[in-house]
């Protein structure tokens, strides 16, 4: 197993309580695992290893939660570009500078699809100009659809169904495992065979069983979409 070291050091930290508690929660709740962990005597360094897989996505949840970023960041998956989702869109790119501004919350479109397109980007898709660039995009099936918003492995996520997809509906399962947080307009999962609902809700049951509230994956349905937002170290090391 490839693995990663990642230290934080900070001289107030021995005087800032729940520093700990913080960078385990904000790392359980991406679905980081922390394979050890260690703390020295003088309280300044806590230092723990992560599958080397998983080391950008740490250091980029830790500076989300620590260091540089003036707003709380959301990834967004949006799956459909209709009514729904075409609005949804619009929405998100007339009210982004406001909800930075008023509500500290920056909201990233990383990944849209729809039918047999899609594209992602990491660092954040134009939303000016979508519609001609998704005509662009390169074809894409269901199956490209899951692994590259499981594959992308980015913090703060959550998959936004704008469709009617039964297909799309049965990726949430796997999605929920990788706590990505899920928002459907999509009834179908909700709403179809009993065994197939139960399949959904387990990743959910099992996160509540094993983690604190701010752990967990979430997952909503909705008849409507509605937006709302859901110390520090002196440095940040780490070492593959």
Known sequence: MDLATIAIVGENMKRSPG???????VLGRNGIN??????????TNISFVVQKSSLRKS????????????YQVLNLFICGVGTVGGSLLEQIRGQREKLMQERG??????GIARGSKAMF???GINLDNYRE??????????????????GMNIFNSVFVDCTASADVAGLYQDFLA???SVVAANKIAASSEYEKYQATRLPLHR?????????RPHAAVVSSICLRPMWAPDCLSSTP
């Open 105 to 110: 919350l920056k909201l990233n479109v990383v």
């Open 34 to 43: 922390v394979i050890a962990c260690a703390q020295g005597a003088s309280e």
């Open 178 to 180: 990788h706590n990505i």
């Open 207 to 215: 996160s509540m069983r094993n983690t604190r509230p701010l752990s």
């Open 59 to 70: 250091l980029n949840v830790i500076h989300d939660s620590f260091f540089l970023s003036e």
């Open 121 to 123: 980007c990491r660092e």
């Open 19 to 25: 520093i700990a508690g913080k960078l385990f929660s």
């Open 133 to 150: 660039e998704l005509d662009k995009a390169p074809a894409s099936n269901i199956k490209t659809l899951h692994d590259e918003v499981i």
